[in-house]
């Protein structure tokens, strides 16, 4: 009996370390993408955390809640005016 404790003690401390690991990359990855995001030639004010979507026609970033064309005709987005 105590050999199948001893067992179940290394099997649930190798998933918890196996989950600190998964934890501890998603964490170094977010890192990553935020410092990537902050090297860019981007604005401040563009690091809100509303999604942008590439416009493909004149390659600019628009809202992707709200897109808005630019001043291409062309543009894939819808114009206010
Ligand atoms: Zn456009």
Redesign the pocket.
């Known amino acids: 009996m105590k050999f199948l404790v001893f067992i179940s003690l290394l099997v649930s401390g190798w998933y918890i370390l196996r989950w600190l690991q998964q934890f501890e990359n998603g964490r170094r990855l977010n890192r990553e993408r935020g410092a990537g995001r902050r090297n860019g030639t981007q604005p401040r004010r563009m690091m809100r955390t509303t999604d942008t979507i590439l416009?493909k026609?004149?390659g600019?970033y628009?809202p992707s809640d709200f897109p808005t064309?630019?001043d291409?005709g062309d543009?894939?987005?819808p114009g206010i005016g």
């Open positions: 416009c026609r004149c600019t628009v064309a630019c291409r543009c894939p987005f």
